[in-house]
T-cell receptor, first 107, second 118 residues
Framework: DAKTTQPTSMDCAEGRAANLPCNHSTISGNEYVYWYRQIHSQGPQYIIHGLKNNETNEMASLIITEDRKSSTLILPHATLRDTAVYYCIASYGKLTFGQGTILTVHP | GAVVSQHPSRVICKSGTSVKIECRSLDFQATTMFWYRQFPKQSLMLMATSNEGSKATYEQGVEKDKFLINHASLTLSTLTVTSAHPEDSSFYIC??????????????FGAGSRLTVL
């Protein structure tokens, strides 16, 4: 897996967009970018993934830079229930979790 | 969507006893399942890859004789913590790929099993 770097923590106001960055400058051509989140004492939840193109689903959008060295997860309208640890993973096979970003959404 | 079920969700046992945790893929078949462990305030650590019909593959530093993995069917993998000790107390989480996303290894995770060894 390529090493990923994420901010330790971020805050976001409820109703605003949350933009979570991830650096994966050593990513190789066949490695996907995955985003998961983990709410306290639960198993991780899949959010979105991408290879080269930007992706959007019902939960979030994933913006991958053209050189693929970084990406941003966007939660368009954050709610209090989005408070969690967000993990960015760059991998082809097994998924290795880093420390992630603690996102706190406040009223 | 794909669902992975774990049982039990919580277990407390005495030191020296063995504990079995089950992981089931409810609506898909999984030839491979992954077992993770998570200590408090830490990230998930991959322990082993469970392979249906063959031996599990363990990550470096994980004792295969202590953490026995059996993947007897396409929907069930079990993790047995043998002769558990307090330092084995942790959150154990399994996952599997339902192959909904082609070549990407998108994993569905179970809710986890919290083991406390007294």
């Amino acid at each position: 897996d390529a090493k990923t770097t994420q901010p330790t923590s971020m805050d976001c106001a409820e109703g605003r967009a949350a933009n979570l960055p991830c650096n994966h400058s050593t990513i190789s051509g066949n490695e996907y970018v995955y985003w998961y989140r983990q709410i306290h004492s639960q198993g991780p939840q899949y959010i979105i993934h991408g290879l080269k193109n930007n992706e959007t689903n019902e939960m979030a959008s994933l913006i991958i830079t053209e050189d693929r060295k970084s990406s941003t997860l966007i939660l368009p309208h954050a709610t209090l229930r989005d408070t969690a640890v967000y993990y960015c993973i760059a991998s082809y096979g097994k998924l290795t979790f880093g420390q992630g970003t603690i996102l706190t959404v406040h009223p | 969507g794909a669902v992975v079920s774990q049982h039990p969700s919580r277990v407390i046992c005495k030191s020296g006893t063995s504990v079995k945790i089950e992981c089931r893929s409810l609506d898909f078949q999984a030839t491979t399942m992954f077992w993770y462990r998570q200590f408090p305030k830490q990230s998930l650590m991959l322990m082993a890859t469970s392979n249906e019909g063959s031996k599990a593959t363990y990550e470096q530093g994980v004792e295969k004789d202590k953490f026995l993995i059996n993947h007897a069917s396409l929907t069930l993998s079990t993790l047995t913590v043998t002769s558990a000790h307090p330092e084995d107390s942790s959150f154990y989480i399994c996952s599997a790929n339902s192959n909904e996303y082609g070549g990407a290894n998108v994993l569905t995770f179970g809710a986890g099993s919290r083991l406390t060894v007294l």
